[in-house]
């Protein structure tokens, strides 16, 4: 049973930072890409930041220099550390983990969510 489970959500002032993370289960960690999304009320769903099983990051241009996604293959985790953090930061952040086999079969599974609130 594949497990996805987010932590270090939670209220904290404009200027202010968090560090989430997401821990894996029932997956070969290292074999996966690991993604960190948000979805804001209303909103869609977006993608924030990435790192690929090859350890290549990318960001939203909203967050580029504010966030960093690390991942430690050892522990089954992504981290995704926040700076700087702003009022329009506020959203549901969900982790995914994802893996496109060569022969075209995709794997996505998604975490229950962890919710940040930026906010005086």
């Known amino acids: 049973q594949v497990q996805l489970v987010e932590s270090g959500g939670g209220l904290v002032q404009p200027g202010g930072s968090l560090r989430l993370s997401c821990a894996a289960s029932g997956i070969f960690f290292s074999a996966f890409n690991m993604d960190w999304y948000r979805q804001a009320p209303g909103k869609q769903r977006e993608l924030v930041a990435a790192?690929?099983?090859?350890?290549?990051?990318n960001y939203a241009d909203s967050v580029k220099s504010r966030f960093t996604i690390s991942r430690d293959n050892a522990k089954n985790t992504v981290y995704l550390q926040m700076n700087s953090l702003k009022p329009e930061d506020t959203a549901v952040y969900y982790c995914n983990a994802d893996r496109t086999l060569t022969d075209g079969t995709i794997y996505t599974y998604w975490g229950q969510g962890t919710l940040v609130t930026v906010s005086s």
């Open positions: 790192a690929s099983s090859g350890g290549r990051t």
